[in-house]
Nanobody, 120 residues
Framework: QVQVMESGGGLVQAGGSLRLTCAAS????????MGWYRQAPGKQRELVGT???????NYADSVKGRFTISRDNAKNTVYLQMNSLKPEDTAVYYC??????????????WGQGTQVTVSA
């Protein structure tokens, strides 16, 4: 079955950068959307950004201009380049895969999460 695994979290200083990686494996349709969500302490999970295999992006306003999503379709891997990090970016970051094989239901898969902590 499909598996999603992210890595690259850690502790960084405000203004610093971090790059997260997410690799998906298994029966993955060639047309899909992969992206990132995050959950800060005491808050609900929220969108960070997504990127479809066709190149369509969707970013949260809070990260526009600072975060960039890219992907390697051949490897089913997506990256999150985070620059100008702020303490409010501190959260557990989750990788997400959504796909709809033609004439089937949409399926969604999540990674286990990776902690990003930004110190002031």
């Amino acid at each position: 079955q499909v598996q999603v695994m992210e890595s690259g979290g850690g502790l960084v200083q405000a203004g610093g950068s971090l790059r997260l990686t997410c690799a998906a494996s298994g029966p993955i349709f060639s047309i899909n959307t992969m992206g990132w969500y995050r959950q800060a302490p005491g808050k609900q999970r929220e969108l960070v950004g997504t990127l479809s295999t066709g190149g369509t992006t969707n970013y949260a306003d809070s990260v526009k201009g600072r975060f960039t999503i890219s992907r390697d379709n051949a490897k089913n891997t997506v990256y999150l380049q985070m620059n100008s990090l702020k303490p409010e970016d501190t959260a557990v970051y989750y990788c997400n895969l959504r796909q709809t094989v033609p004439n089937t239901r949409t399926s969604e898969y999540w990674g286990q999460g990776t902690q990003v902590t930004v110190s002031a």
